[in-house]
DNA sequence: AGAAATTATTTGATCGATCAAATAAAGTCA
DNA sequence: TGACTTTATTTGATCGATCAAATAATTTCT
């Protein structure tokens, strides 16, 4: 027993043929009781297990998605990629699939990794993370004809209606719009908004959750409702910045939400007066300081994902445009509130 | 072409035979440099792929290492093996290695999956984090000769300069020896320390790095040293609370260094005299928020596992008994200097 | 130049599984 | 029972590459 037995080994031990064995990890309902019980019984005793390179070349799937690791990203909010890749894992090893990892430097290089890996058949589909306006990959994926599914909906160009890829995306207007709600629930009124420049689609998604929720309760006026924003861009020190300018303009504030958990980080440590703040994406940071956050529920994303991969589609739009399966998710976050109850302020005073 | 070209359909194109083909992408070298260009020519031309589940039937090696990924970790230091994974993809991807990655609940769900993975040849060997004394998985591994190498050093049963299998580890007394040195070169004296209880075997190693210099230094008292040291669990809160100890028992405090930037960020926090604090790992809230912090150069730890998996030993240690290279690595961590700056900590006062 | 040694290239077999088509076995109905 | 379906199982070919051994071309040496 050198080497790890093979289909016709397992054959020969049950009495039976090389594809009865083959059937019965594959079709085992095409199999009669008595025989599948003979090779199941074979295969358990010989400890026969399928090779997995020879499947892929016969069957010419690799039963493996590719995913790019972004470079290593400085940043707090870098750890939510890192998250939904956990979930996606775990996911995937339920439906048997496999999480094959690569990167590249540039978009252009990326399609490079991509057409290799997809040419060597090494992965049945991509996952993509951080899509933007204008994408490249998305374009050449499609005209390639490649499976894929992005994490983040088509922006700017495209039709959320009638896509022209399958996509899961986290309702980022939704979390805001909830995360007012609840802080107007406890009684807020003045709820300052700290955000992203306008060039972020990401951005103005979140902010109009915060803007449309004000809104509709109308307590605050449309010229207070100014004064309560201030723009930055990410960061911790940013979001102290930002918090220090809203106080000056704003004048007392009985709550802030913040684009990130970066500036929710910063916006706090300007924050003698303890107002809530609220953060997004709900980091370990979050967690570890106590910070309310909006949460992507990227075990939810990666479920989302996997299902349109391998669904009807097979992750592509393109050959099966009768059907009526979603051809994307838009997953609901979730707020997690807390109380900074890390941080003992007094300790500061 | 409908499908992808083939060695045959190269060699048909260059006038040659498959196996000069293959020579040319495996060998270069025993083809004759006009064949070669020739061959080299009609691949380009046609977009010649190789197809790596064929190959890897056949060569029975995947080019492929298979990693954990550990389940969702709440806290901020779990980002370390999250940077590795990123590093190590980087450098494995210039070696033209894939990463796969997989899952498992439990040291022993982690053997079958490990078992699976190889079985099926999916990949060629394994890199192994987070281990432990009286790790399950490496016995199992040694005995079915499966090539690996860990990240961490075999803790307690091994004898470090004969170790039983391949391995990579950060210093971490030199870490802790060295930020200890660059607090004393700054003039500090009575430098604290909050650490791990002495269970977990890296904390003791990081500890005994700032003990043995402050010893070596000789400028504090051996009672003074007990009062220098707390001990904790790690954590946010916990930090806070420890350096609040801290400062009741010993009083004032040059430096503070800490066995994680969780303790470090809680340090930070009830410190309003802005001693300097250190904390391990350099996460990016520690580069968020400017504390300085000891970085496990996680980027050379990979170069390192790679080094060892693909090199010499090929990732095992039987069988290649009378080899000179190295059978370990062990890694100097660097010092990270920062100094509050995204702090204004006037703000709060 | 011609034999021997070296280098370059080709041919047939093979890795381990599944597909497609053929055969055997079991079940159905007049 | 015998012809006719339906279901179960087997056989031969194949996926695309590389290995091992055979052949062809080239170089070396006397």
Chains 1, 2 share one sequence.
């Not at 400085?74 to 996911?91: K, P």
């Amino acid at each position: 027993m050198a080497s790890m037995p093979t289909v016709t080994d397992v054959a020969l031990a049950a009495g039976v043929s090389r594809q009865t064995v083959s059937n019965v990890m594959n079709s085992p309902g095409i199999v009669r009781a008595d025989t599948r019980e003979r090779v199941e019984a074979a295969i358990a005793q010989l400890g026969y297990r399928p090779h997995a390179s020879a499947r892929r070349l016969r069957t010419r799937r690799s039963s493996t998605i590719g995913i790019r690791l972004d470079p290593m990203i400085d940043g707090i909010s870098g750890s939510v990629l890192d998250r939904f890749l956990h979930a996606l894992t775990e996911q995937a090893d339920k439906q048997g699939l496999r999480v094959l990892l690569f990167t590249a430097t540039s978009p252009e290089d990326e399609i490079i990794q991509l057409q290799r890996l997809n040419d060597g058949a090494d992965v049945d589909g991509f996952v993509l993370t951080s899509t933007f306006a204008g994408d490249p990959r998305t374009k050449w994926l499609i005209e390639n004809k490649i499976a894929f599914v992005t994490f983040g909906r088509p922006w700017g160009t495209d039709d959320v209606s009638d896509p022209q890829h399958l996509w899961v995306d986290v309702d980022g207007w939704a979390g805001l719009h909830e995360a007012t709600r609840a802080a107007q629930n406890a009684g807020a009124r003045r709820i300052g908004y700290i955000g992203w420049p306008s060039s972020a689609d990401t951005g103005d998604d979140r902010r109009r959750g915060w803007h449309d929720a004000m809104h509709e309760r109308g307590d605050v006026t449309e010229a207070d409702l100014t004064k309560l924003e201030v723009v930055t861009v990410d960061g911790v020190a940013e979001g102290t910045a930002a918090m220090q300018d809203l106080r000056r303009r704003a004048g007392p504030l009985d709550a802030v939400l913040c684009a990130s958990d970066s500036l929710a980080l910063g916006a706090m440590i300007a924050n003698p007066e303890r107002v809530p703040v609220t953060g997004y994406d709900n980091t370990p940071v979050a967690a570890a300081i106590g910070l309310s956050s909006v949460d992507q529920s990227v075990g939810e994303v990666a479920a989302g994902v996997l299902d349109l991969l391998t669904g009807e589609f097979g992750g592509q739009i393109h050959g099966a445009p009768e059907s009526l399966q979603p051809r994307y998710q838009m997953i609901r976050p979730r707020l997690v509130t807390r109380a900074f109850a890390a941080i003992p302020m007094e300790v500061l005073a």
